[in-house]
Nanobody, 119 residues
């Protein structure tokens, strides 16, 4: 069984920065992609950033130029560097991994980490 553990959330003023981490543990044969999602109160969960197994990255328009997704392959960890934060970035941030493990296809989620941006 694969587990994802996020960390790095917290309270920050508008214009500040945070770096989120998501560490995957368990038997992982291959990773198709790893994503960061977020869900603000009363809103649907949205995809923020993606990094594929080949290293290609994609971002939601709302975070382009401010957020950067990266990964440490050796440790099955991804990061989300968030700069120039805005109050509308306030949300619970989740990481998601899809790939293949010992029991077949993987679709794992972390528990979420809260990011609060004050104005």
């Amino acid at each position: 069984q694969v587990q994802l553990v996020e960390s790095g959330g917290g309270l920050v003023q508008a214009g500040g920065s945070l770096r989120l981490s998501c560490a995957a543990s368990g038997i992982i044969f291959s990773i198709n992609f790893m994503d960061w999602y977020r869900q603000a109160p009363g809103k649907q969960r949205e995809l923020v950033a993606r990094i594929t197994g080949g290293g290609t990255t994609n971002y939601a328009d709302s975070v382009k130029g401010r957020f950067t997704i990266s990964r440490d392959n050796a440790n099955n960890t991804i990061y989300l560097q968030m700069n120039s934060l805005k109050p509308e970035d306030t949300a619970v941030y989740y990481c998601n991994m899809r790939g293949w493990g010992r029991l077949g296809a993987l679709d794992a989620w972390g528990q979420g980490t809260l990011v609060t941006v004050s104005s």
